[in-house]
């Protein structure tokens, strides 16, 4: 059962403005929150985060974190989930016809949830051709509806048969992947592209930062192809890679097996 806008509705019927901004402009922005135990995830780092993309994009709040946190309990119990993700979207909600948002926008807030988390396993990538990240748009720091780059790098990655992408930005830098910050290990230590690369702030790139002692410097795909080993992180995963293009990465499992046990992740 999803929350709309105050209330616990079935999915059936949970309905969106034919108007919304979110829908027709992507005109919004959202969090993808772990539940592990019944509860929610490091959701105060989520709701900040929420709250600074929103002064972004100047969308008010139209409810406050304590409201938004009963929100997510609600679902999870409604759904009776143990371990599963909560997506919390927000858009601007509807307007006029055109691209001017309106003068005191009314926001649709939207929380729905599900059971089980996505494989923990190993990951082959490639590096996208076909399009980047623009680490100078402030949308690059903030987890926007918009994500049709991404999308057309992870379609990219299917035709080329690998599960994700590396996204570069307008430098030719590494700026991390369609779903996921990126961690490389080069001369015995973990790095990191900066957000100032095109990084989005992600929750369990913070963790992990502080965890591994990881420096956040540029990396270019020439680092990649030297790396022992890189790691794939978001808030409901952290992940080896495997395969990068046509090189084979064996090293890496151990240490992404070990920071999963350490965050109450599944093991595999």
């Not at 019927?13 to 992507?26: H, N, S, T, V, Y």
């Not at 006029?96 to 082959?124: D, I, K, N, Y």
């Not at 996208?128 to 049709?148: D, E, H, I, M």
């Not at 992940?239 to 499992?253: F, I, K, T, Y």
């Amino acid at each position: 059962m999803p929350w709309l806008n105050g209330e616990m509705l079935t999915a059936g019927a949970a309905r969106i403005d034919p108007a919304d901004r979110g829908f027709i402009l992507g005109d919004g922005l959202f969090e993808t929150i772990r539940v592990r135990d019944g509860a929610a995830v490091w959701l105060d780092r989520h709701l900040a985060r929420l709250t600074e993309g929103s002064a972004v994009l100047g969308i008010p709040a139209r409810f406050g974190d304590a409201a938004l946190a009963e929100a997510c309990a609600a679902v999870i119990a409604a759904e009776g989930i143990e371990a599963g993700v909560l997506r919390l979207t927000v858009s601007r909600g509807t307007g006029p016809r055109g691209v001017l948002p309106p003068a005191a926008p009314f926001p649709t807030v939207l929380v729905a949830g599900h059971a089980g988390l996505p494989p923990q396993g190993s990951v082959a990538l490639v590096v996208a051709r076909g399009t980047c990240r623009n680490q100078a748009s402030p949308l690059s720091r903030v987890k926007s509806l918009n994500y049709l780059d991404a999308v057309l790098a992870r379609r990219e990655a299917a035709e080329r048969g690998a599960d994700d992408a590396v996204m570069l930005n307008t430098a030719g830098r590494v700026a991390e992947t369609t779903i996921a910050n990126l961690f490389a290990r080069i001369d015995g230590a973990w790095v990191t592209p900066p957000v100032a690369e095109g990084a989005l702030p992600g929750i369990m790139r913070a963790e992990v930062l502080a965890r591994l002692e990881a420096v956040e410097r540029p990396l270019a795909v020439e680092d990649l192809r030297r790396a022992g080993a890189l790691l794939l992180t978001n808030a409901l995963s952290i992940r080896a890679v495997g395969r990068l293009e046509d090189r084979a990465l064996p090293v890496g499992a151990e240490a992404a097996i070990g920071l999963r046990r350490e965050l109450g992740l599944p093991a595999v």
